[in-house]
């Protein structure tokens, strides 16, 4: 992960809260602006999924994510995967629902910082997670997750997933 910004020490991601301004978020991609500025909340409350905001230090939110508890049928996975998991036929995973930078900040590197802390979460949990889960919006989502090292379902090409086994190792190696 790769952050441009000078101030990265200063940067903090938190659970979304009723003091972060959301209304002049604007990441480009419609469908994440207006579920940020008008649902996001909603989904907070009913416990559907935890949002996290990156705030810069002048509080201003650059950028956000959310997880949720969700599971993968075992026949969706690679034939390779599979093959090392018992046969139940859901597995538990994490998935990633939504991760936006706001358009103002692309280019500082602010996705990958969401993203490992998104990982991060996934990891310290106490429930159990066989793998984090990415529905990609679009292709270039899809292409930013692949080089993230995260894995395509077979038969869903925008669907991907990276073993949290394999995230743990990543963190280690890295000594984060």
Do not use: W
């Not at 559907?48 to 969700?70: C, K, M, N, R």
């Not at 018992?86 to 590197?109: E, F, I, M, Q």
């Not at 090292?149 to 190792?169: E, H, N, Q, V, Y």
């Amino acid at each position: 992960m790769t952050v441009t910004d000078p101030g990265l020490r200063s940067l903090r991601v938190e659970v979304l809260g009723p003091q972060h301004d959301r209304s002049h978020f604007a990441s480009g991609v419609e469908v994440l602006d207006r579920y940020f500025q008008t649902h996001i909340g909603q989904d907070a409350r009913k416990n559907i999924a935890a949002p996290f905001v990156l705030v810069l230090p002048d509080g201003t939110v650059a950028g956000y994510y959310t997880l949720s508890a969700t599971a993968l049928h075992l026949a969706d996975l690679p034939a390779e995967t599979a093959r090392k998991l018992p046969r139940y036929p859901l597995v538990p995973a994490t998935l990633l629902g939504r991760l936006a930078v706001d358009k103002r900040y692309h280019g500082h590197g602010y996705g990958g910082y969401l993203l490992a802390d998104a990982l991060r979460r996934c990891l310290r949990s106490e429930i159990a997670s066989f793998a984090v889960i990415v529905d990609a919006y679009d292709d270039n989502a899809r292409r930013f997750y692949e080089a993230m090292s995260f894995l395509a379902l077979p038969d869903t090409p925008r669907k991907l997933f990276r073993p949290l086994a394999d995230i743990a190792r990543l963190f280690q190696e890295s000594g984060a």
